[in-house]
């Protein structure tokens, strides 16, 4: 198995521009998370899945969209890019309480 | 939100010696995680502990829980450099099903 797996490792972007952060999971698991990780800051959840076709905000959803059409497949879409949504982004699934992380995104906007 | 909050932020210790990290959160939990964090990778789950545990052991790690004082503790014996790592402690949302992480506890071992 793969766990979880996250597309792209590492990407630049223009402020303005868009991009889609591609997260999937081969463990059948119901739950899946997008979070941001800044330093000293811990993880925040941006967006989580109780399952395929739901999706629901997290503590800082503004800026970003999701989206959950595959039971597998979790999808973070920036439409507008700003410098504060410079971080490292972490997708997790979980099939109730335990989570497990893909190995990030290191986005830059400049 | 409920949040856990570990203390102390940054330990650095000798190889051999015990680690402990302490987490304290501000509302009623189902359960308290624990993760590790190596450097520039993903979280990896180490130990869960439920409200109505009070201690839970997995290898070289044991973790308490005071529900009274809203506060739990990682340690970690026999500490080792391949612990270098930074350690989250989570709690759940009671209400839903998220779960919120502290700001974590970054440990050194010095081989």
């Known amino acids: 198995n793969a766990g979880v797996t996250q597309t792209p490792k590492f990407r630049v972007l223009k402020t303005g521009q868009s991009m889609t952060l591609l997260c999937a999971q081969d463990?059948?698991?119901?739950?899946m998370y997008w979070y941001r990780q800044d330093p000293g800051m811990g993880l925040r959840l941006i967006h989580y899945?109780?399952?395929?076709?739901?999706?629901a905000k997290g503590e800082v959803p503004d800026g970003y969209n999701v989206s959950r059409l595959k039971k597998q497949n979790f999808l973070l879409g920036l439409e507008s890019a700003a410098p504060s949504q410079t971080s490292v982004y972490f997708c997790?699934?979980?099939?109730?309480?335990?989570?497990?992380f893909g190995p990030g995104t290191r986005l830059t906007v400049l | 939100s409920q949040q856990g909050e570990e203390d102390p932020q940054a330990l650095s210790i000798q190889e051999g010696e015990n680690a402990t990290m302490n987490c304290s959160y501000k509302?009623?939990?189902?359960?308290l995680q624990w993760y590790r964090q190596n450097s520039g990778r993903g979280l990896v789950h180490l130990i869960l502990?439920?409200?109505?545990?009070r201690e839970k052991h997995s290898g070289r790690l044991r973790v308490t829980l005071d529900t009274s004082k809203k506060s739990s503790s990682l340690l970690i014996t026999a500490s080792r450099a391949a612990d270098t790592a930074s350690y989250f402690c989570?709690?759940?949302?009671?209400?839903?099903?998220?779960?919120?992480f502290g700001a974590g506890t970054r440990l050194f071992v010095k081989a």
């Open positions: 997790a699934s979980s099939p109730r309480d335990t989570q497990y």
């Open positions: 463990m059948n698991h119901e739950y």
């Open positions: 899945s109780v399952g395929e076709g739901t999706t």
């Open positions: 509302t009623s939990i189902n359960n």
């Open positions: 502990i439920r409200s109505n545990e």
């Open positions: 989570a709690t759940d949302d009671t209400g839903g099903f998220k779960t919120i």
